[in-house]
């Protein structure tokens, strides 16, 4: 039975296809449903819910069958997670193009789509997974850790370091807050109800520390604070609990954020309750529940507005917990700003985004290298470096080898043609693979998340990622993936992803610099665009070709 | 005032761009905007309502000043009509990326893209006006002509000689139905309830004769068909009537349709009132005259089903007529098909769509060389050849003389490689641009239009147009356009253009080759991936590369 097939990329730098373009998509996929890496392979799902890397089984082998006869000159294209057809392109053309998840928008309902994939036409591809760069949860990490450095830099702090940032919940995404916390060398406090979560969490070295008491863990935080020793102390309480009490006893965070699952309001867990009490609530009177957990938020929401008025860096981390607060009667809960406009859209204005790259040849010391060889094209970097290091000595590889962290303009063509250099060079045992999520600068149209609240009101005009995928393929991608709902779900965002492959020729070199500047560079003219002054100084900086671009939007 | 400039492309065969590539997307926006071509050039209208060639003066200006200076390894896009940035690509990408129009589906409402477009950060692309390729009203005429040929074919006649089709409209798409029917050597009655339309078809020789009376209009029908002649009557009457009228007297047409504006109840004119009086009546009792309007739709439709009965050919114009009679209590309406399933559906499943070309020239001498070369290369296509006769006797140009004619796949690659032959040749006096409407057989998602009922019911589904607008990217076309709301409106339809340039040198014929053949195939794999048995004939026929096609679906 194919479902009960184990998947794993094929590792070392024997080919399996007729040339590295097309072996690095067969490793690719293949690496996607590795059991490391993803959530459920037997579903072919990678992360994200339901996020595939094909349609089901069949198409799964009729794709790495074509990917395996592919000639250099050919291209593969791909259906919602199926191949659909092969034709005659050339060599600088990517040699897939993929399209998954895309409805007609007033067709674009959770509704008509899962009816389609009940009929077997579609899947939803999320980002990574069904375009075949997903490497694990290092992403979730490394993005947590550039938003906390966002957050410094945005106080003119050099870094974390001596600085208390208050946050909640410890689950598959907020877990990776407390050691985002202590890589940017700060100490952290995390408020998680359910003690199972704050455990498993500990056992992996993500927490340094769980306790019961906020008296005990105040302790240890104003320890480490006076020190200026990085460290992070998970409390098992409720959120809603302990934010007013700190207000109450004046104390103020630095920093101040959460990650409770407040898009949810039936998962939110009420003040008052502990995890088992409100699993039975949830059941028994459902109503009870919401209006027990939205009180609860108001009160959450109330004590962060107060330490904001204190002076704390305060920002939602796009779990909707303002709207809720909002709607239980906190007119003012917007006054702390969402986490793209605050702190990720100046990064966009500059075209910094997720890089990220995998060793072909499955061995650790080929992304060792990479590591260091970034370290020495961008020397003065420190918070580049810090995470590096920090990186290889805390996080765990899933399938492949793979490196992620946030390049900018010049930064990533920089970077590609390093890596196809050391791969000429032999330095590297086998070719690298470069791409990176569609959550980035100039690919992506999200109006609830990434392009909320754009300067000019453009949230919603998706030219911009149509006009990504179109650049990148023109541009020699090795491939180009447009999808529709990721993230935010049906109907709410459109979005494209690009991967291009270090194989060591010239011709790679080319396309790498071309690719790795036409894809950041979308970010900043998007941003130009839309009036952002930082975005526009950086098109002036790097002279950027923006034929209408105007000095004061 | 830039606002009062007439534009009008420049002829002859020296360059103002650097390449033919750049030099033909120069001319072509400018041939948009030509007073013969363009609905009302003074707004940047081409046609269609609002589909525009550019966003504005400005962004009109910069287009042109990119085109004129960009290199051939360089790409220009475009975001809803302005041109946005310049990337470094190579000779066989895209000189030009266009996305037009595109919204977050859950945003894309024709309310929120009018707010953008009144802030000035879009514009409504519609298909060939946005993509730089429209014609003017030629295409319409054959597109009508290729509907009426199929009709004929469907039922095993040769043509529609010695037939007699009943219909009614003669307004800005429904007055080329008297010329179609004619040139398809058929005998038409054409209803229209307002003689200076009629009359305005009369003066430009769209339609042979027009009375006033039913019994001198069946009698010219009745002579004419007995003696095999085209001949196409205007009746000046409502077509509410006149069909209704027919049944009574045991009159059944061959082919009956119907290109009333029936899309909106109160243009729809009721029975018993003139074109005054009802203009009259919509405004200061609008109830009355829906009520009217329905009602007389009702009885129209009625007279339709009843011709069906008898063993006439009836079918829906794409007006929404079967719609309105069905509300109005006609419960079996929708017992005759949309013209799309019925007759243009089959030849999508072969490839088969509105391939045009357009002579940089100027020269006319150079379109009916192309004609003839056409005539050459399909000798046996009596229904080809008989429309482009007819075309160059009855089709006057507008703006750069261009052609269309319908060709499948393997023959627009061969269509194209003839052209660019010709060109290196110097039989043709400079370059041809070749390209195609959006609605085509593997570029358009449009539920209520071409995609309305398909067998698998993956209407909405709209990746397949961005595959192929990132497969035409991938196989070199010079420009390539990815629109929304084309046709019916913000939310309803997703497609995508190309163009590709025929300027005689061997890449271009690479080029050509490739793009005529990866666009038509996309198709025959749309179609076959959706089971139409003649698709997957045609893919077998042909050798398209389908991984997963099935024989029986
Ligand atoms: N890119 C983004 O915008 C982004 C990034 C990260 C997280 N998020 C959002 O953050 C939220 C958390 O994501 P997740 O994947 O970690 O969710 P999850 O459901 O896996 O974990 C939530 C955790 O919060 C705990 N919790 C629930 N109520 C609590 C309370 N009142 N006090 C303290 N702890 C409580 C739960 O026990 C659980 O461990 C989601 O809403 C997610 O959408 C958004
Ligand atoms: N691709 C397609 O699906 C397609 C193609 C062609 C036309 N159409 C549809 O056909 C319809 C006509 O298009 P148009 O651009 O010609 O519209 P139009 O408004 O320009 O012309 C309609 C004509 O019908 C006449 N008319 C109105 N009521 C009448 C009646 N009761 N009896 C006889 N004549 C009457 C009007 O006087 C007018 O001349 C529209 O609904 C259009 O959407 C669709």
Sequence with gaps: MAQLRVVRAPRGNQLTCKSWQTEAAYRMIQNNLDPEVAER????????????????WEAFEAIL???????????LL????????????????????????????????????????????????????????????????????????????KRGWPSLKGKFVLTAGLGGMGGAQPLAITMNEGVGLIVEVDPARARRRLEIGYVDEVVNDLEEAMVRVEECLD??????????????????????????PDVVTDQTPAHDVLMYIPSGLSVEEAAVLRTTDPAEYEHRAMASMARHVQAMLEFQRRGAEVFDYGNNLRQRA?????????????????????????GKGPFRWVALSGDPEDIYRTDEAIMELFP??????????????????????????WLGYGERAKAGLKFNEMVAQGILKAPIVIGRDHLDAG?????????????????????????????????GATWVAFHHGGGVGIGFSQHAGMVVVADGTPEAARRLERVLTADPGMGIVRHADAGYPEAIAAARRHGLRIPMLKETP
């Excluded at 579903?43 to 089901?56: E, F, K």
């Excluded at 069958?65 to 291209?75: I, V, Y």
């Excluded at 309480?237 to 006893?249: F, G, K, M, Q, S």
């Design 41 to 56: 392979p037997q579903d072919l799902v990678v992360y994200g819910g339901r996020g595939q890397a094909a349609r089901n």
């Design 65 to 75: 069958e074509c990917l395996r006869e592919l000639e250099n000159d050919e291209t």
């Design 78 to 153: 791909v259906q919602s997670g199926k191949p659909v057809a092969i034709f005659k392109t050339h060599p600088d053309a990517p040699r897939v193009l993929i399209a998954n998840s895309n409805l007609v928008p007033h067709w674009a309902t959770q509704k008509h789509f899962d009816e389609l994939v009940a009929k077997g036409l579609m899947m939803f591809g999320q980002m990574t997974a069904g375009s075949w760069i997903y490497i694990g949860t290092q992403g979730i990490l490394q993005g947590t850790y550039e938003t906390l450095a966002a957050v410094a830099r």
């Design 227 to 252: 020190k200026g020793i990085p460290r992070s102390i998970g409390l098992i309480a409720n959120a809603a609990d302990i934010y007013p009490e700190l207000v109450i006893r004046g104390i103020t």
């Design 326 to 350: 909002y709607d239980a009667g906190v007119k003012d809960a917007f006054n702390f700003p969402g986490f793209v406009p605050a702190y990720i859209r100046p990064l966009f204005c500059e």
């Design 380 to 405: 003065e970097d420190e918070h580049l470096h810090r995470w590096l290091r920090m990186a290889r000595e805390k996080v765990p590889f899933q399938g492949l080898p793979a490196r992620i962290c």
């Design 443 to 475: 690919s992506v149209a999200s109006p609830n998340r990434e392009t909320e609240g754009m300067r000019d009101g453009s949230d919603a005009i998706s030219d911009w990622p149509i006009l990504n995928a179109l650049v990148n393929t023109a541009a």
